[in-house]
């Protein structure tokens, strides 16, 4: 046999492409053969170097198959107009892995926070600048909520059930909502971690921190609740893990 013609598993050892995508793309028009008398696949290795290195480089770049085979009989402009929406395509695939990315990282911060947190009441200022109320017929707003969970907020007055609380969205930029929260560094916070254990879910798991608030004197007139992660505790029970801000007059 012609030593430039390689059986189907040849081409798949060489080029690291299962032999089933090599059957899927050669009945697609992406890689041609010929048939030897047994009827078995052969490539010859000089067209098929090139139809499959133009395949596995434009697969990479997420080009549709349909797309690709089109691509054999383009101009240059058309080629041109193709790959330029195929990086474009890429560009914005990237950016979206990046915010992604970032909420991961933050998602991993809180974690840390958590475990190095103990029952203490420290000062602190509120991270976020506003809050908008929750529309929860708002796509915005669920779509925002959904990106980042830990944007949740609950904010309530002292002296009011936790069930009666507020829940809003923290936000940085012109979302539209009706806005329950503006940050004034003028204002006195002091901050402590909670969690709410699901076997045992409860409208009051800040009574041990607002009977440390009556012990040191303090005087809470509302507090602003930010959800962190769920995970289990040392107890083994799933639990929601909160960062909570009393606002001191």
């Known amino acids: ?13 060489l080029y690291g492409i299962p032999v089933p995508t090599l ?4 009945e697609a028009g992406l890689v041609t053969s010929t048939r030897a008398e047994n009827n078995y696949r052969l490539f010859h ?8 290195g133009d395949t596995v480089f434009y697969r990479n770049a997420e080009i549709p198959f349909g797309t690709i085979k ?4 383009m101009k240059s402009e058309a080629l041109r ?3 330029s929406s195929a990086r474009d395509s890429l560009r914005d695939k990237l ?13 991993l911060a809180m974690i840390g926070e958590i475990e190095k947190c103990t029952d203490e009441l420290t000062e602190a200022q509120i991270p976020f600048r506003r809050v908008i109320e929750f529309d929860y017929k708002n796509k915005e707003h669920f779509r925002r909520y959904l990106e980042d969970p830990s944007d949740f907020i609950s904010i309530s007055k002292m002296g009011t059930d936790i069930s009666e609380d507020i829940n809003g969205l923290a936000v940085e930029d012109g979302c539209p909502g009706k806005v329950i929260f503006e940050r004034d560094p003028r204002d006195r916070y002091l901050m402590a971690y909670c969690k709410n254990p699901l076997h045992k879910y409860s409208y009051d798991y800040l009574g041990g921190l607002k009977q440390k608030l009556s012990e040191m004197g303090a005087v809470p007139t509302q507090y602003i609740l930010q959800f962190l992660v769920n995970m289990v505790d ?3 029970n799933s639990a929601d893990y909160y960062k909570v801000w009393f606002k001191i007059s």
Request: hydrophobic letters at 35%; aromatic letters at 2%.
């Open 70 to 73: 089109k691509m054999k009989t």
């Open 1 to 13: 046999m012609d030593k430039h013609l390689l059986h189907i598993k040849e081409v798949s050892d």
């Open 234 to 236: 040392e107890e083994g």
């Open 81 to 83: 107009k193709t790959l």
């Open 23 to 26: 059957r899927h793309w050669e």
């Open 95 to 107: 950016l979206s892995i990046r915010a992604e990315i970032e909420r991961l990282e933050k998602k």
């Open 45 to 52: 290795l000089s067209g098929t170097l090139i139809e499959l």
